[in-house]
């Protein structure tokens, strides 16, 4: 009887999960730059701004942008917390309540003139036990300009 109660029990789990995963996410995201032309080592914003445009909770959620070579994060005093903001990645998790709009900035530089686009940007969204993970290809252009 125990062994039956469990496995139902896995079941309606594997259920929810499943309908998480195809239902309720429904997020919007933006990549915008403080300021479009810059001087080679000036320091700049790039600004991520995600929304969840359902009524329900979002608890995994993901951001990936790989930088181009050349853009580089530019390391300041108060760390992001489950961040990760190697030379040329900028990796995210954290979760949406309902509604809910996240903005982060992130201070970059580029470190030689010439022009830069950020084009690998992707989001990923998972399930509220972690077990599984979508990944979406967000077709995002955003064009930097270190002029002479």
Known sequence: ??????????????????WTLRNVFSCEMNLRC?????????SFELIITIRNKTRHFVPFLRYHISLPKGIRTVE???????????????????????????EVHIPVCCQARGRYQI???QLGYGDFLGLQEEIV???????????P
């Open 1 to 18: 009887m125990t062994v039956l109660v469990l496995i139902i029990g896995a079941l309606v789990i594997y259920g929810v999960q499943t």
């Open 34 to 42: 403080s300021s479009h032309l810059v001087e080679p080592e000036e």
């Open 76 to 102: 300041e005093s108060g760390s992001y917390q489950s961040s990760t903001f190697k030379n040329y990645i900028i990796d995210h998790t954290t979760w949406l309540k309902p509604a809910q709009i996240l």
């Open 119 to 121: 084009q690998d940007v």
């Open 137 to 147: 290809h967000v077709g995002l252009v955003e064009e930097i300009v270190a002029y």
